[in-house]
Antibody
Framework: EVQLVESGGGLVKPGGSLRLSCAAS????????MNWVRQAPGKGLEWVSS????????YYADSVKGRFTISRDNAKNSLYLQMNSLRAEDTAVYYC??????????????WGQGTLVTVSS | DIQMTQSPSSLSASVGDRVTITCRAS??????LNWYQQKPGKAPKLLIY???SLQSGVPSRFSGSGSGTDFTLTISSLQPEDFATYYC?????????FGQGTKLEIK
């Protein structure tokens, strides 16, 4: 069974940093691209970032480019999102999602339960 | 960037109804269109990918159609568990974009 479990969310002050993790199991992690998608309270879904299976291709939404860094450790079956210079508008539930392809095909077929990030003073 | 626009934003329907949700892209995306279902407090679930392919395990009452800029998600006979919010998402560009969502409510 595919499982994705996010962790690392919490309350952080504006300008602060946070690192999210996503532990994957039930599939060959190194064979799939991965995505981060977020959802602000009461709002719709917003794609944040994608990383290909070998980390060769990485993409970011304009809203987070230069502040967030996606990475993965295939030996540890883990995906990460380093978030710096956080703003109030980054407050959201952050979902880790498996992409359907080895190379990014931008289709998330399995999702974690999400972790809440709150940016507030 | 490609913009995705869904209509309607909300919809009231009854169990057994046939329901159609529309998604329009700001430019042609061929058949690179996905549909997701999200229930309150839960993660999204992939229903349809590549415009018309049913994800494994999804009931056959869900179907998708369209290509180019205009797409539809159809639920042939609404069941109680189908009341949720539905999102389209283009997969043509790696700069993924979701529609704003359609909330399907019980009439």
């Amino acid at each position: 069974e595919v499982q994705l479990v996010e962790s690392g969310g919490g309350l952080v002050k504006p300008g602060g940093s946070l690192r999210l993790s996503c532990a994957a199991s039930g599939f060959t992690f190194s064979s799939y691209s991965m995505n981060w998608v977020r959802q602000a309270p009461g709002k719709g879904l917003e794609w944040v970032s994608s990383i290909s299976s070998s980390s060769s291709y990485i993409y970011y939404a304009d809203s987070v480019k230069g502040r967030f860094t996606i990475s993965r450790d295939n030996a540890k079956n883990s995906l990460y999102l380093q978030m710096n210079s956080l703003r109030a508008e980054d407050t959201a539930v952050y979902y880790c999602a498996r992409d359907q392809g080895k190379n990014i095909v931008a289709t998330s077929d399995y999702w974690g339960q999400g972790t809440l990030v709150t940016v507030s003073s | 960037d490609i913009q995705m626009t869904q209509s309607p934003s909300s919809l009231s329907a009854s169990v057994g109804d046939r329901v159609t949700i529309t998604c329009r892209a700001s430019q042609s995306i061929s058949s690179y269109l996905n549909w997701y279902q999200q229930k309150p407090g839960k993660a999204p679930k992939l229903l349809i990918y590549a415009a018309s392919s049913l994800q494994s395990g999804v009931p056959s009452r869900f179907s998708g159609s369209g290509s180019g800029t205009d797409f539809t998600l159809t639920i042939s006979s609404l069941q109680p568990e189908d009341f949720a919010t539905y999102y389209c998402q283009q997969s043509y560009s790696t700069l993924e974009a979701f529609g704003q969502g359609t909330k399907l409510e019980i009439k």
